[in-house]
């Protein structure tokens, strides 16, 4: 049965963005909606760093207590559902859910996040967000000095190597193929004691989510005690491409330093819009794509 209700602001995704947006506009008193599936990319994530006065908290926690705090706000209201299309109407947008519920807003963002593309390896998967990590600033300190490998090959395997050197001693670049290194670079990484297996990776060895040690299709073994991975993404979420909106080359929705993308009245906040894949960049941008929505309405208006 289809469900028409007018609001706002229509938010699709729930989590920490989306409720940071949500709080700003519920203290300014407008009608907002948020639609969430409650599925976060980091739902296997042990914990949460590099956050002040959360570091070491459970995500779902966090996500928990943020929503009963902005579902304090009476102007607020959460949906539970996944939204699955979007259309440009008179008045703004009208948003379906997998169940056919229609929402109508005057403004949209989307704080959907991105959908990790995981290699088919054995034993990544379960791994994923507890011990195989992307990110040093969110992951690394507990895993220092550690013995720790590198998923990547390239610049992107130089960018990487360089922030976890100052972590760890023991390093290993995996680049599942020939090196892509030049003379100089491959002069740096030996300066740095940084070896590299080119051999791909067949299986991960692990205990609970915990790698215990990587098997090669040479036939090799090796033991690490974490492994970052520079792995693909792509939009968690097809309706802001549906509606126009412009992706940068790295597959990011383009925003403005405002979190405006190119099609007006739509915005986007956390990691769909930012390569800085962290809750408390997730809070920040959330909180200004929130700000700067209430002050589209107020220009309308007044």
Avoid at 31 to 43: A, H, K, Q
Avoid at 211 to 223: A, N, P, Y
Avoid at 237 to 253: F, N
């Amino acid at each position: 049965m289809k469900d028409d209700r007018s609001y706002d602001v229509i938010i699709i995704g729930g989590s920490y963005a989306g409720l940071s947006a949500a709080m700003a506009m519920g203290r300014s008193l407008r009608n907002v909606l948020i639609i969430d599936s409650g599925l976060p990319c980091n739902r296997q994530t042990p914990h949460s760093h590099n956050f002040i006065t959360h570091d070491g908290e459970k995500p779902l926690s966090i996500a928990k207590k943020a929503r009963e705090e902005v579902l304090n706000y009476p102007s607020v209201k959460f949906q539970k559902g996944l939204a699955v299309s979007g259309t440009k109407t008179t008045n703004g947008f009208e948003i379906t859910t997998e169940n056919g519920e229609i929402f109508k807003g005057g403004k949209l963002i989307f704080s959907t996040g991105v959908e990790d593309i995981l290699p088919s390896i054995q034993g990544f998967s379960a791994c994923w967000g507890i011990s195989v990590i992307h990110c040093p600033y969110c992951h690394g300190y507990e895993f220092r000095r550690g013995k720790t490998a590198i998923m990547a090959n390239g610049e992107r395997a130089l960018h990487l190597a360089g922030l976890v050197n100052n972590l760890s001693t023991d390093l290993t670049l995996l680049t599942s193929g020939k090196a892509d290194f030049d003379s100089k670079q491959k002069a740096k990484l030996q300066q740095h004691g940084i070896t590299i297996i080119e051999s791909e990776i067949s299986k991960i060895q692990h205990k609970n989510g915990w790698v215990r040690q990587l098997q090669f299709k040479d036939g090799s073994e090796h033991t690490f005690d974490a492994v970052y991975a520079a792995i693909p993404f792509r939009q968690h979420s097809h309706i802001p491409t549906m509606l126009g909106c412009e992706l940068t080359d790295l597959g990011h929705i383009k925003t403005d330093n405002f979190q405006k993308t190119t099609v007006a009245g739509v915005f986007a906040c956390g990691d769909n819009s930012s390569m800085m894949r962290s809750v408390a960049n997730a809070v920040a941008t959330g909180n200004l794509a929130g700000a700067m929505v209430n002050k589209e309405l107020v220009d309308e208006v007044f």
